[in-house]
Each structure stands twice: as C-alpha cells, then as structure tokens.
C-alpha cells in the first residue's frame, strides 16, 4: 500500500492495511506525544475502537523486548482480537 500521512510534521507510511484497519481521522486523534519516538505504530480495532501500539526497529537502542517491531506478528496474535482489522505505519524519516 503506497499511502503517506503527516502528522505535526513526521511522515508515516501505511505498509499493511489488513482487512480495512487504517482510518486516517482516528489515526491522526490517537496519535499523541508518546508516540512521537517509535519508528512503527500498529493500530487495532476492538469493540468499535482503535488502539496504538508503538515498536522500535531492532536497530534502535530504544528497543526493547515488549516493543521489537521484530516480534510484532507474536503482538498481533497474541494481544489483538482474533482476525481483527489492524493496520501498521513505519515512520518515514528525513535523510
């Protein structure tokens, strides 16, 4: 999926879109200063609502075990509802 947004000036690209899961207006709502650091968000929908969750590249000294962009497929089955919609944003940086 080739979809950009910028939000307060950093640029994400939507690179999984699965089952309809990206809605740019809730995504842009949701989007606060915490996750300003992370160089992936996944949102999820459960009950109506969207969730975020933020994941650093394995690169970044950040990284932790809980958010290894490495083990997001383990987060998505493990702590999404089952088949739910869900999309993934990877921050897009300036060179």
Do not use: P
């Not at 089952?19 to 992370?38: C, R």
């Not at 962009?69 to 383990?74: E, I, L, P, T, Y």
């Amino acid at each position: 999926m080739d979809k950009t947004v910028t939000i307060e000036d950093r640029n994400y690209e939507i690179t999984l879109n699965y089952k309809d899961g990206y809605n740019e207006e809730e995504f842009i709502s949701k989007m606060t200063e915490y996750f300003t650091d992370f160089d992936y968000i996944v949102g999820d929908w459960a009950y109506g609502k969207m969730r975020l969750k933020g994941f650093h590249d394995a690169s970044n000294s950040k990284t932790t075990d809980i958010n290894n962009f490495d083990k997001v497929n383990d987060y998505i089955q493990n702590n999404c509802a089952y088949g739910c919609r869900h999309f993934i944003a990877k921050r897009l940086y300036n060179k």
